[in-house]
């Protein structure tokens, strides 16, 4: 643990735990409370998370790190636990246990929900760890480097903190490629463009490190003749890291961004770029947070692909996608936010040879990047040991490319491809159809 973070820790006050306590309390549910009395100790969530699957010790199984929780509320918010703790197991929130939630529900987990799975009461361990996170974030505890994070987008509109100029000099940069690579000198990466059908929101990762990404998105936009636009200023950047610290008021401040620019630029479709939790934060989360139905729908790019080819909007050549792909699916894209046959449907048609992983879709493990771990530094060894089950499982495909529809995944997946040399491509699902896509040149479209 950071010296800083262990510095608040021996900083706490009476008032700091009393605080964290009425978040955790107030953040719960009835349903969620329940559950805290719920659990039998079986051990099965065991199997289902991919720490302790990779390193199979007692703080790894989720119903120990639930454990270091339930005995909280027991002691502070049940008779039982007054009266008589160490028959219930209960336990003051002092600056051990505080410490304990830390190592838990920050250090041990990717709130990936696939110990739920295995639950055989259905406990929602994910709902549970994140309002130990909320309070641990009313009481200063969030690793800073993963609230750094969060501070950027509430300050600058984009997790990175991109200027404006950077970015609006990024797209055109990226309109000239795109010009180049179709030869339609009148292709276009649109900017605030009024009116438009379709907002595009991206990862600013990929203004920064993976520009192929946003051209490939382009291309395919440009070969379907969507009518569509960027935001050049706030509204651009689709992830909401306070998913992670679950600040509820932040996540709204950041979501609102996305609301403000469909607002102004007058779109009529919020488009969600190749992110796990910035599908599930705005598709989702988002109307949650900010206490509204969204007038418009808000759709994954992988849907709108999908549809471009069911359609006849967009045609593909899957021989152009030679070598075995195999599919990551991505926890929050998949697990949390209900999107799994668009991107199989889609692969199917534009590569060659699809090897799916086992377990898939729903069943998938976690890639260990979620949750905010990729934000923070203190875990990383930690994360890429727990990273070693998704490592295996690509290597068993035989796949030579990995087609990763999140940018966290592919940052994780990148990092694993070293670690544990698989050597492989990591793709996103549009550079793979952009690179099938059959188009006319253009002296064919030339009147």
């Known amino acids: 643990m950071s010296t800083e973070l262990e510095q608040k820790l021996d900083t706490l006050t009476d008032a700091d735990y009393a605080r964290g306590l009425e978040v955790f309390r107030g953040g719960l549910k009835e349903a969620e409370a329940s559950y805290l009395n719920a659990c039998v100790r079986c051990g099965l969530c065991a199997g289902g998370c991919h720490y302790h699957r990779t390193e199979p010790e007692l703080e790894n199984v989720p119903g120990r790190k639930l454990d270091h929780i339930a ?23 002092d600056r051990d246990m505080a410490r304990a939630w830390v190592d838990a529900v ?28 909320r309070a641990l974030g009313a009481m200063g505890l969030v690793p800073e480097d993963l609230q750094a994070t969060v501070e950027n987008s509430l300050q600058h509109g984009n997790n990175m903190a991109i200027e404006r100029e950077e970015w609006v ?10 010009q180049a690579d179709t030869g339609d000198p009148e292709a276009r990466i649109p900017l605030d463009k009024q009116g438009a059908r379709c907002l ?75 992110c796990g939790h910035g599908y599930q934060s705005a598709r989702w989360m988002g109307p949650e947070w900010l206490k509204q139905r969204f007038p418009f729908p808000v759709v994954s790019i992988l849907e709108l692909m999908d549809g471009y080819l069911n ?15 195999t599919l990551h699916d991505p926890c929050n894209l998949v697990r949390h936010g209900g999107i799994s046959e668009p991107q199989r449907r889609v692969l199917r048609r534009a590569v060659a040879n699809l ?19 990729l934000a923070m530094s203190r875990y990383r060894n930690r994360r890429l040991a727990a990273g070693k089950k998704k490592a295996d499982q ?24 070293k670690e544990y040399q698989l050597k492989v491509q990591i793709k996103t699902v549009a550079e793979l159809v952009a690179a099938a896509l059959i188009v006319p040149t253009h002296s064919e479209v030339l009147p």
């Open 394 to 417: 690509i290597r068993a495909t035989g796949a030579k490319v990995v087609a990763a529809p999140c940018h966290n995944c592919i940052d994780q997946l990148s990092e694993l491809n």
């Open 169 to 178: 000099e990024t797209v055109e940069w990226m309109e000239e490629e795109l």
């Open 200 to 274: 595009f929101t991206v990862n600013p990762r990929e203004a920064k490190f993976f520009p192929l990404s946003l051209q490939a998105s382009a291309k395919v936009f440009w070969a379907a003749g969507e009518d569509w636009t960027l935001a050049s200023d706030g509204g651009w950047d689709l992830t909401n890291y306070a998913l992670f610290t679950c600040e509820d008021d932040q996540a709204a401040a950041i979501v609102k961004n996305l609301t403000d620019a469909m607002t102004r630029l007058g779109c009529q479709v919020l488009v969600i770029g190749e």
């Open 106 to 133: 920050f250090g041990r987990c990717t709130l990936c929900g696939r110990c739920s799975m295995n639950c055989t009461i259905g406990i929602p361990l994910p709902a549970l760890f994140r309002a130990a996170r």
């Open 311 to 325: 359609e006849g909007r967009i045609h593909v050549d899957s021989a152009r996608n030679q070598e075995p792909v």
């Open 355 to 373: 090897v799916e992983m086992a377990p898939h879709g729903v069943e998938n493990y976690c890639c260990g990047g979620g949750g905010g771990q």
């Open 71 to 93: 005995s909280v509320f027991k002691a502070h918010f049940t008779t039982m636990g007054r009266l008589a703790p160490g028959l219930v197991g209960a336990k003051r929130f």
